[in-house]
């Protein structure tokens, strides 16, 4: 099936979702409208550059037709339009292949946002608080809303841990990238020598789990509830608050305490047990594949290196993709956009290189 045969369905699905958003019926079901309404929003992206194509392509047609003539100031017209026709019909190609690949479900989804500091004492604690103020000012270029769940502040600032819940839209699509391992080479505020040191802090990305994805059976999950221990505040002891819960099947356990409420710790343990879940179902299918092949932006375990902030040099490296920039200083202030959108081109790439195969 050719671009343009795939497009013509797509087409047909468009209309047929714009249609089905004005029956009554559907309108009054909250739960379909949405799921519709996302995928008209998706789809009309798709038609906006589809109909852009057509009309290029039937722009090139009477510019041809124009060469054709005997006029030659129109001769030259149409040549000179030509030659700006042709390789925006093959840019406008290349973005319909992209739209067309085949989504992450999980793209659209709000996210469970996790910083902890790593390797480096106080230093990591430093760097972790100066992550999370990279990524709130971020969230905040792109609208999205933020709740911290749970913070563990450093002994001489920064953080320890801080769990958020990030919402707004295709939140996992932009942020899942930044799953791993981020060194900072820096000299510290706590060096009196003036010395560059290293540290590390990690970050963890999850989807935030929606209901109606889990394939999991409530009667295969082991629920237990018990009084939550340690760092967090004097609320921690007093009720039975932290959940932990084990899905029977796979033997798959996840607990969590750091919330205030059973329900929030529930909710971040389910997500958290789903994940465990899906990604082992992941691995099997990707090794099914290919036993040797890496995906390109890694699989987000912690001990991977993604990235490296170099403040004497203002230099930032993304490892996965070897792109390096020298405007750390306007990264730290929340200017990541350009970082995630190389990361989505590679990732694509990737992709395509395997649907060629």
């Known amino acids: 099936m050719s671009i343009i045969d795939k497009l013509e369905a797509v087409q047909n699905r468009f209309y047929y979702v714009e249609e089905q958003l004005s029956n009554p019926e559907v309108s009054s079901d909250m739960s379909k409208f949405s799921k519709l309404n996302k995928e008209y929003s998706d789809l009309k992206e798709l038609m906006g550059v589809y109909q852009n194509y057509r ?40 973005d ?19 910083i902890r500091s790593g390797t480096g004492g106080d230093e990591a604690s430093i760097f972790a608080g100066d992550l999370y103020r990279m990524y709130t000012k971020y969230f905040e270029s792109q609208n999205w809303t933020v709740e911290v769940l749970f913070s563990n502040e450093g002994t001489v600032g920064g953080f320890n841990k801080v769990e958020l819940e990030v919402h707004g839209k295709d939140v996992f699509g932009k942020l899942k990238y930044e799953s791993g391992a981020h060194r900072v080479q820096r000299v510290p505020k706590t060096e ?3 010395r560059v040191h290293t540290s590390a802090a990690t970050v963890a990305v999850m989807p935030k789990l929606e209901m ?21 505040g004097q609320h921690v002891n007093r009720t039975e608050s932290a959940v932990r819960i084990t899905h029977i099947p796979t033997g798959a356990v996840s607990e969590c305490q750091e919330a205030r409420s059973q329900i929030k710790n529930r909710e971040i343990a ?7 879940i899906q990604e082992r179902m992941k691995k099997e299918h990707e090794a099914t594949i290919s036993a040797n092949r890496k995906s390109l932006v890694g699989s987000g375990d912690r001990s991977d290196k993604i990235r490296t902030y170099n403040y004497p040099q203002n230099r930032l490296t993304d490892h996965r993709i070897n792109l390096t920039l020298y405007n750390l200083d306007q990264v730290m202030e929340g200017d990541i956009d350009g970082i995630i959108k ?7 790439a990737e992709i395509m290189k395997g649907v060629e195969e």
Do not use: C, H, W
């Open 55 to 94: 009309a290029t392509e039937n722009a090139i047609s009477t510019a041809k037709e124009m060469i054709a003539e005997e006029d030659e100031e129109m001769r030259v017209m149409a040549k000179e339009e030509l030659q700006e026709l042709e390789p925006k019909l093959k840019q406008l190609e290349d």
């Open 96 to 114: 319909l292949e992209m739209l067309l690949l085949p989504k992450d479900p999980d793209d659209a989804k709000d996210v469970l946002f996790e």
């Open 192 to 194: 009196s020598q003036g």
């Open 212 to 232: 109606e994805d889990l394939d999991i059976k409530t009667t295969d999950l082991k629920i237990d509830v018990f009084r939550a221990s340690g760092a967090g």
């Open 270 to 276: 389910l997500t958290r047990l789903y994940n465990k």
């Open 342 to 348: 190389s990361l989505q081109i590679a990732e694509r």
